[in-house]
């Protein structure tokens, strides 16, 4: 049974272009997390998704920035026009169900803007 | 508003030694309450969770923390540290918000000197 899995695991981007982050959750998990962690500092919650549906995106920046879990296939994290200080590591995690308080965390992407 | 706090962004103990790693949480409902691990450039792993029950919890290498509702306090502890054990630790704790949104402490690194 896979983890959760997050590709790529490194990504380079140049200011003004954009980033896809893909995550692609455990079998049989519809709810999906995406959180940021800045260097030096702790996990921050972006967004939370069911498939195609955004149920919560209060921890995501309000331009820029958006997210998507289609009916098939990966949940894609979307950033356009990057900027220096988008560069941390994303992290998606996946649980079954609403009611589940336990996630299941992917090995992250790390996006480097330069 | 629901957070977390860790005392001690940096704790340094010699090989043996117990180890205390601090948390303490604010939140207006019944949290529950997380320990993750992360090493260098991976991902988190789940040390240990406290839902309900015992509020003493066992969790993996040999860690264990005690839910003191009194104190607000999510202490993580272990007897003996091991080389091994050198890594970021979080704190966390999850809040039903119709899917269960995880806040995060700003983290520990743990340092084990031999």
């Known amino acids: 049974n896979a983890g959760v899995m997050q590709n790529p695991r490194h990504l380079v981007r140049r200011r003004g272009q954009e980033a896809r982050l893909r995550c692609s959750p455990m079998k049989g998990h519809s709810h999906v997390y995406w959180y940021r962690q800045l260097p030096e500092e702790g996990l921050k919650f972006m967004v939370y998704l069911q498939k195609e549906n955004i149920i919560d995106e209060s921890g995501m920046p309000k331009e820029r920035f958006s997210a998507e879990f289609p009916k098939e296939g990966p949940s894609i994290l979307r950033i356009q026009q990057v900027v220096r200080g988008d560069s941390a590591a994303y992290f998606c995690a996946s649980s079954p169900g609403a009611s589940t308080y336990e996630q299941y965390f992917g090995p992250g992407t790390r996006l480097t803007v330069t | 508003a629901q957070s977390v706090t860790q005392l001690g962004s940096h704790v340094s103990v010699s090989e043996g030694a117990l180890v205390l790693l601090r948390c303490n949480y604010s939140?207006?409902?019944?949290?529950?309450l997380f320990w993750y691990v992360q090493y260098p450039n991976q991902g988190l792993q789940l040390l240990l969770k406290y839902t309900t029950g015992a509020t003493l919890v066992k969790g993996i290498n040999g860690f264990e923390a005690e839910f003191k509702k009194s104190e607000t306090s999510f202490h993580l502890t272990k007897p003996s540290a091991h080389m091994s054990d050198a890594a970021e630790y979080f704190c966390?704790?999850?809040?039903?918000?119709?899917?269960?949104?995880?806040?995060f402490g700003a983290g520990t690194r743990l340092f084990v000197k031999a």
């Open positions: 939140s207006s409902v019944p949290p529950y």
């Open positions: 966390a704790v999850s809040l039903n918000t119709g899917g269960f949104k995880t806040i």
